[in-house]
């Protein structure tokens, strides 16, 4: 078996590689909107979404170290900003050097992720990146899920992550690396 290869503890199939990351495909208010809502109350992109005129979302990265290793497990998903942050983040878009003018924005997360206890609005950062590069989120108060993104995570724990995120259903997707 190649050293990337796992063997899954809830299917007991051998899964080659692990996903480096898994992405929320919606902010969570939008993903529970009915298909008729979503066309006549929101506006969503790849990287953006707006609700009602006054939900506003970002698309970003929450990376945790796996130890030991120069991977990260990444999660892709959606924080709620503020209509002026929204309208700042989106003015600088295509703006070369943005990282470095643009300070964090404040945020909540608009994601829950089912393996964490509840992490929908937990406060967060959003900090800009280079172009062409997703905003990274930090989480900014005490949880399981900040605690991860501070210490890092085990090449095991990361694995076992990623096998229970491979089967379960959702508005997940397995991004590529």
Known sequence: MAESS???????QTHEGVPPSF???FPDMYA????????SRALISSDQCIIDE???FIRGCLEIPI???DDVFLWGLWASVTEEVFNEI???????GRE???APFKARLANSLSVYPETLNLKLRIVIQPLRTRPVFMLEEEHPLAAAQKSGMSRVEATELAANLLHMLGPWSKTPQ
Do not use: M, P
Request: overall charge negative.
């Open 6 to 12: 796992f063997v899954c503890h809830v299917c007991g």
């Open 23 to 25: 992405a929320a495909d």
């Open 32 to 39: 529970g909107l009915s298909e008729a809502d979503r066309g």
């Open 54 to 56: 006054q939900w506003f």
């Open 67 to 69: 130890l030991e290793h």
């Open 90 to 96: 989106s003015a600088s878009w295509e703006e070369e």
């Open 100 to 102: 470095r003018r643009l």
